[in-house]
Every structure is written in structure tokens, then in C-alpha cells.
């Protein structure tokens, strides 16, 4: 296998049969420091994890508001005082109203800088949500609701900053293990199975970053933090994905942007970006987690 290229397939299936050889990327770094080579054979996948603080965050959640047949659309949406915005979908004869709420909404009720991020954080957690809502009809309906009593809940992360791994060197072939994240590549959002939709909306090659999506119900509240009182309403998605190396030219790039002042620190944060990486690891090497295959590329990201 030395020299030759892997493939997805060829990779998945060592996932499946428990033989792929996952390190986190601070496991790589050692490796290195300790004097490995680390030659293609010797690896499939190196995984990593950053937390992002962005603004650029957003939920769609399926609400439940009334019996069947009650009222027939929604006009307006509030969740703990957070105004939505109602989605096109006729499910308000069934009781259900589809709302998207934005991060950096505030409140216009409440007095203590309520934001959209705490109302996401408050989802995730499952903790009871006060529900108001105005009819066409100018009739109000007020209800209470948890996570696990909605339909629909997924989170969109449409501006997501990514500078782990991005090395400084120049030149067309740079940052080869990059090109590995694809549209429909899988990650883990907040501990939550998702996906890449494509480039954020502010990507630049001099400044990369992503969407994101995955349903918010297998959420873990300890992976996502940004919900105390903050006029920036922003939340600081914890994000996870896989690089598989699948030729030298990626295995090459990755040691190059993962030397001198861009090895991982123990820091705080960092901390917590080591632990999200060595739990997707684990799920990994349990055979619970696949890479996926995709030709579409984040053309944004690069120069050609």
C-alpha cells in the first residue's frame, strides 16, 4: 500500500472490520516528535475538532402549538420570546408550525438580553420552552413544549471559521489533506452525526469556513457553550471531522501544518477540542462512524 493511493471504500471497510489506524491529530504530532515516520500504510484517518464562535447559527424547529385543525397559518412565532420566522410548509392544520430562529435574535419582551443562542442552548438542554403564537386569524395560541415533543429540530451553522490544519506554505499543492473535506463530508456537530453543505458564507482561501447541519436532538449541551447573557448572541459550536490519508501528498501536507507554532496546545480550549477529537476516534475505531464519498469540492477554499 506504501506509495500507492488509498480510497474511501478501502477505508471504510478497514472501519467496518476494526483494523483502521484513527489518531487524533495531537497523536500525530507525538508521533512525529517521537521520531515516527508515519509512513501511508501506517494510517488511515486523523481526526480533529475545533469550537467556532460564530453568530452564523440557526435552528429550524417542527413546534408543536395546537390540536389539529385549530387555526390554519402562522403569522408570527415567538420561542421564550425569541421571534421566528414561520416556513412555507401548510403543517399548521396538523397543529405544527416549522419556525427558523437565528442566534443573534434578541428579545423585544424581556429585559435580561435574552438571545437566540441562549433559546438554542435551552432546546438542546430540554429544558421546557414557553411557545407563543399569532394566527392569520389574529388569535393567539400559548403552549409549552420540549425537544423530544418536536417533530423536526436541526441546527444550520452557516458561517463556521476553520483554521485548524491550514498550514502557511504556498503554492497549488498546498494544504492537500484539506481537500479532503467535501461537500456531504460527514462531522460531528456538537457530538451530533452531520454534514458539510458547502462553504460558509464569508469564506475566502485567506480566510476558510464552512456550513454545517445535523438534527440538534442527539446533541450533547456539554459540547456547545455561548448561551450566558452576550449583546454578540454568538455560540461556540464544538465541530469535529476526519481527514483520511489517502496518498503521501495528504500525509505530507498534514505533517508540514501541524509543526512549529501550530502544534495543538493544552490550553483550555484546546482541551476540549482534544476531547471532541478523541471521542470521534473512539466512534471510529468502533466502526460507528464512516467517511463518505463525495466529488464535490469547496472551490471557495482554494486558488484553482
Same mark, same amino acid.
Given at each position: 500500500?506504501?506509495?500507492?493511493?488509498?480510497?474511501?471504500?478501502?477505508?471504510?471497510?478497514?472501519?467496518?472490520?476494526?483494523?483502521?489506524?484513527?489518531l487524533t491529530d495531537t497523536e500525530f504530532?507525538?508521533?512525529?516528535?517521537?521520531?515516527?515516520?508515519?509512513?501511508?500504510?501506517?494510517? *488511515?484517518?486523523?481526526?480533529?475538532?475545533?469550537?467556532?464562535?460564530?453568530?452564523?447559527?440557526?435552528?429550524?424547529?417542527?413546534?408543536? @402549538?395546537?390540536?389539529?385543525?385549530?387555526?390554519?397559518?402562522?403569522?408570527?412565532?415567538?420561542?421564550?420570546?425569541?421571534?421566528?420566522?414561520?416556513?412555507?410548509?401548510?403543517?399548521?392544520?396538523?397543529?405544527?408550525?416549522?419556525?427558523?430562529?437565528?442566534?443573534? =435574535?434578541?428579545?423585544?419582551?424581556?429585559? *435580561?438580553?435574552?438571545?437566540?443562542?441562549?433559546?438554542?442552548?435551552? @432546546?438542546?438542554?430540554?429544558?421546557?420552552?414557553? @411557545?407563543?403564537?399569532? /394566527?392569520?386569524?389574529?388569535?393567539?395560541?400559548?403552549?409549552?413544549?420540549?425537544? *423530544?415533543?418536536a417533530d423536526f429540530a436541526r441546527m444550520?451553522?452557516?458561517?463556521?471559521?476553520?483554521?485548524?490544519?491550514?498550514?502557511?506554505?504556498?503554492? /497549488?499543492?498546498?494544504?492537500?489533506?484539506?481537500?479532503?473535506?467535501?461537500?456531504? /463530508?460527514?462531522?460531528?456537530?456538537?457530538?451530533?452525526?452531520?454534514?458539510?453543505?458547502?462553504?460558509?458564507?464569508?469564506?475566502?482561501?485567506?480566510?476558510?469556513?464552512? /456550513?454545517?447541519?445535523?438534527d440538534m436532538f442527539e446533541m450533547d449541551?456539554?459540547?456547545?457553550?455561548?448561551?450566558?447573557?452576550?449583546?454578540?448572541?454568538?455560540?461556540?459550536?464544538? @465541530?469535529?471531522?476526519?481527514?483520511?490519508? $489517502?496518498?503521501?501528498?495528504?500525509?505530507?501536507?498534514?505533517?508540514?501544518?501541524?509543526?512549529?507554532?501550530? $502544534?495543538?496546545?493544552?490550553?483550555? =480550549?484546546?482541551?476540549?477540542?482534544?476531547?471532541?477529537?478523541?471521542?470521534?476516534?473512539?466512534?471510529?475505531?468502533?466502526?460507528?462512524?464512516? $467517511?463518505?464519498?463525495?466529488?464535490?469540492?469547496?472551490?471557495?477554499?482554494?486558488?484553482?
Open positions: 500500500m506504501v506509495g500507492q493511493e488509498k480510497s474511501i471504500t478501502n477505508t471504510n471497510e478497514k472501519i467496518k472490520g476494526g483494523t483502521a489506524v484513527v504530532v507525538q508521533e512525529i516528535q517521537n521520531g515516527s515516520e508515519l509512513n501511508l500504510a501506517d494510517i *488511515d484517518v486523523v481526526t480533529t475538532a475545533f469550537c467556532a464562535e460564530t453568530s452564523g447559527t440557526a435552528a429550524m424547529i417542527g413546534v408543536p @402549538v395546537a390540536e389539529r385543525g385549530v387555526f390554519t397559518r402562522a403569522k408570527k412565532l415567538w420561542l421564550n420570546g425569541i421571534l421566528g420566522y414561520p416556513g412555507p410548509a401548510p403543517n399548521e392544520r396538523l397543529g405544527l408550525v416549522e419556525g427558523l430562529f437565528f442566534s443573534s =435574535k434578541m428579545s423585544n419582551n424581556r429585559k *435580561d438580553n435574552y438571545s437566540g443562542a441562549q433559546l438554542i442552548g435551552a @432546546v438542546i438542554r430540554k429544558e421546557e420552552i414557553q @411557545v407563543e403564537c399569532l /394566527s392569520v386569524e389574529g388569535d393567539i395560541y400559548k403552549t409549552t413544549f420540549t425537544l *423530544d415533543q444550520y451553522v452557516y458561517n463556521c471559521f476553520f483554521s485548524k490544519l491550514c498550514s502557511k506554505s504556498k503554492g /497549488s499543492s498546498r494544504d492537500r489533506h484539506l481537500r479532503t473535506i467535501k461537500v456531504g /463530508s460527514k462531522i460531528l456537530l456538537n457530538k451530533s452525526p452531520g454534514i458539510v453543505i458547502g462553504c460558509g458564507t464569508r469564506s475566502t482561501v485567506e480566510n476558510r469556513s464552512l /456550513s454545517l447541519a445535523a449541551p456539554d459540547a456547545i457553550n455561548g448561551f450566558e447573557p452576550d449583546p454578540c448572541a454568538t455560540v461556540a459550536n464544538s @465541530v469535529a471531522l476526519a481527514i483520511p490519508i $489517502l496518498t503521501v501528498g495528504i500525509l505530507n501536507d498534514l505533517k508540514e501544518c501541524l509543526k512549529a507554532d501550530q $502544534l495543538p496546545r493544552l490550553e483550555d =480550549k484546546t482541551h476540549s477540542e482534544n476531547k471532541m477529537a478523541e471521542y470521534l476516534k473512539h466512534i471510529i475505531e468502533k466502526g460507528e462512524f464512516l $467517511l463518505t464519498s463525495s466529488d464535490m469540492n469547496l472551490n471557495d477554499w482554494f486558488n484553482g
